[in-house]
C-alpha cells in the first residue's frame, strides 16, 4: 500500500500548487458521476484521468486500485475490507 497525505505538512504550498488547486476549483467543482449535466461529465473524466496517471507514474495494476480519500479520517474507511490498495490523501 502506498499512502501519501502531503497537505497536512506541507506549508507554505509552492505556487504551481495554489495555482493548480485554484484552477481545479474553478473548473471542476461538481460532483463526478452524479449526474449527466456537462459539469459532472467534465470532472469525472478528471478524476478518471488522474487516477489513471497516478497508476502509470506508481505502476499500480489498475485505475480501480487507486482511491482518493477527503482526509485522515475517511482513511480507516477506504481501506477497511481491501487487501491491498493504493491511497492518495489529497485534503
Known amino acids: 500500500m502506498i499512502y501519501l497525505d502531503n497537505s497536512a505538512t506541507t506549508f507554505p504550498k509552492p ?16 460532483n463526478p458521476g452524479r449526474g449527466g449535466y456537462p459539469q459532472s461529465v467534465r470532472t469525472a473524466k478528471a478524476v478518471y484521468d488522474t ?25 480507516g474507511r477506504s481501506q477497511k475490507g481491501r487487501s491491498c490498495g493504493h491511497f492518495f490523501d489529497g485534503a
Open 15 to 30: 505556487p504551481g500548487v495554489i495555482r493548480a488547486v485554484n484552477s481545479a476549483v474553478r473548473q471542476y467543482g461538481f
Open 51 to 75: 487516477r489513471s496517471a497516478v497508476k502509470d507514474f506508481f505502476g499500480v495494476s489498475g485505475e480501480e486500485n487507486v482511491i482518493f480519500t477527503s482526509g485522515y479520517r475517511n482513511k
